[in-house]
């Protein structure tokens, strides 16, 4: 692993550091959410070290605490964490697929919103897979640490919407996709994309919207089109 | 807590699906033969669904309207990201933003 700090410039190491933080920020609150809703501290312990997907543990721990079935929940969860699978086909080949079993299903499972945007925004091969293990591999650290240690302190934290923590994910995401929106095709898909979620975002299950979004491509397929 | 039992088996299907997902991706990439206009497509794919993501996460909860202070503070950090202002900067200023106008009173 050492590797990554050879390639990776210092200021994208800050950066990946800081995203980890605010994930760690966010487990705390998850983990004593989990433990005020009635889970014992090995529910949100061990979620967050098995699925890794923040977003889908929360619905989960919201479902099953108001009564819900616990299968339910996973298939709620499975619909937010769908995404994954069109990131997947997205990035160039960072998991390092055929460098053995055990590379490859630790590569696919640090796979996450932030790890696949840090990768998108270098401009190489190895820069985008050094960022891309870097940041996985410090979620894969920092969300267990964060939820964890929420679960043991729980009502000491608090409410940490009062630090404007909540403000800190779209941040980061928007912060590393804006390169990309330079280019005017992408921008114009985004928008798109974010409008459709946004619309649909009232009526449907959490998950769906964001899936949704990704018809806004379909707007760059047919103006691709009209145009030859 | 309901049926340990039960809460188990949720939360295995939860991580084994998450995991297939997870999985399956490059493994599609690696066998499939895209043609670079699909490449190109794919990638604006995952640029949309992380807007996507930043949208709802910055403006939704739940199933209503996240109040003013959440989306007010994204915006900040998306003016100041267009500025080429660090990283460090535009997340920081976001939270910062978020809580003084939560301190105003900004719901």
Redesign the interface.
């Known amino acids: 692993m050492c590797s990554i700090y050879r390639t990776l410039a210092g ?1 994208t190491l ?2 990946i550091a ?2 980890c933080l ?1 994930v760690w920020f966010i487990g705390l609150s998850y983990g004593a959410i989990a433990v005020a809703s ?3 501290l090995w ?1 949100p312990a ?2 967050s070290v ?4 923040g977003a ?1 543990e929360f619905l ?1 721990v919201g479902i ?1 605490a108001a ?1 819900g ?3 339910a ?3 709620a ?2 619909l937010v ?11 160039p ?1 960072v ?1 390092g ?2 460098r053995g079993w055990r590379r ?2 630790l ?3 640090v ?1 996450n ?1 932030e790890s ?2 840090f990768a ?1 925004a270098q401009e190489d091969l190895p820069r985008q897979r050094a960022a891309y293990w870097a940041c996985g591999l410090g979620v894969l650290l920092c969300w267990p640490a964060g939820a964890i240690l929420g679960a043991l302190i729980g009502r000491v934290i608090g409410n940490t ?18 390169p ?2 330079r280019d005017r ?2 921008v114009r ?6 409008a ?3 619309a649909t ?3 449907l299950s959490a998950g769906l ?3 949704l ?2 018809a ?2 379909l707007g ?2 047919t103006s ?1 089109q009209a145009a030859r | 807590m309901k049926d340990t039992t039960l809460v188990v088996a949720g939360l295995l299907t939860l991580s084994a699906g998450t995991f297939a997902f997870r999985f399956s991706g490059p493994v599609l990439r690696q066998r499939i033969t895209f043609p670079p206009w699909a490449e190109r497509l794919l990638e604006v794919g995952a640029v949309v669904l992380l807007a996507a993501l930043a949208a709802t996460t910055a403006l939704t909860e739940g199933h209503g309207f996240a109040g003013l202070a959440r989306p007010a503070g994204v915006l900040v950090g998306g003016v100041l990201a267009w500025r080429k202002a660090p990283f460090l900067v535009v997340v920081l200023a976001a939270a910062a933003t978020t809580a003084v106008l939560r301190l105003l009173g900004v719901p």
């Open positions: 200021g800050r950066d800081l995203a605010a009635g889970f014992p529910v061990a979620q098995l699925v890794l997907a889908s989960f099953v009564g079935n616990p299968f929940a996973a298939l969860g499975l964490n769908a995404r994954h699978l069109p990131y997947g086909l997205a990035l080949d998991t697929t055929g490859r299903l590569g696919s499972h796979m919103d696949v945007a998108l919407d009062a630090f404007g923590l909540d403000a800190m994910f779209p941040a980061v995401i928007l912060a590393l996709i804006v990309a929106l095709v992408t898909a985004a928008l798109a994309g974010a459709i979620a946004l975002a009232p009526f919207p964001v899936l979004a990704l806004g491509v760059v397929v691709k």
